[in-house]
């Protein structure tokens, strides 16, 4: 890793699932895999760091709270179709919270990985 490298940790139930979802339908691919407690994946200069429920980053705070994934915190990912994306991911079977939101600087949607985490897809304007 490079200071050029970010890295994101997503917590996640199933660490194969995961990594199996990242790698078949956004692109990513396998950097090391320790399952069933954590894989990292890269995709350009972004490392996801997908931590189950049996690493470090998924056991209990001092006061008893247990991470879980989920949330609204999200990757973003920069696509050139949004549209022709969106109908290769349906046609896989992923799931979208939302549908398709043109705004000023873009169009973007957010889908779900297997464990329930956020990811935006984003085409600029203009592209």
């Given at each position: ?24 339908h956004l692109g990513f691919t396998v950097n090391t895999a320790f399952p069933p407690a ?59 919270r939302s549908g398709v939101v043109d705004g000023p600087g873009g169009r973007q949607i ?18």
């Amino acid at each position: 890793m490079t200071d050029a490298t970010v890295s994101v940790r997503y917590l996640v139930d199933d660490v194969p699932a995961a990594v199996d979802f990242y790698t078949a339908h956004l692109g990513f691919t396998v950097n090391t895999a320790f399952p069933p407690a954590f894989a990292d994946v890269l995709r350009g200069n972004l490392r996801l760091l997908l931590s189950g429920p049996a690493s470090s980053a998924g056991r209990a705070m001092p006061d008893g709270r247990v991470p879980h994934p989920g949330g609204w915190n999200r990757i973003h990912l920069i696509v050139a179709d949004i549209d022709a994306e969106v109908a290769r991911l349906r046609s896989a079977g992923v799931t979208f919270r939302s549908g398709v939101v043109d705004g000023p600087g873009g169009r973007q949607i957010v889908l779900d990985d297997p464990a329930g985490n956020p990811i935006e897809l984003f085409q600029p304007a203009g592209a």
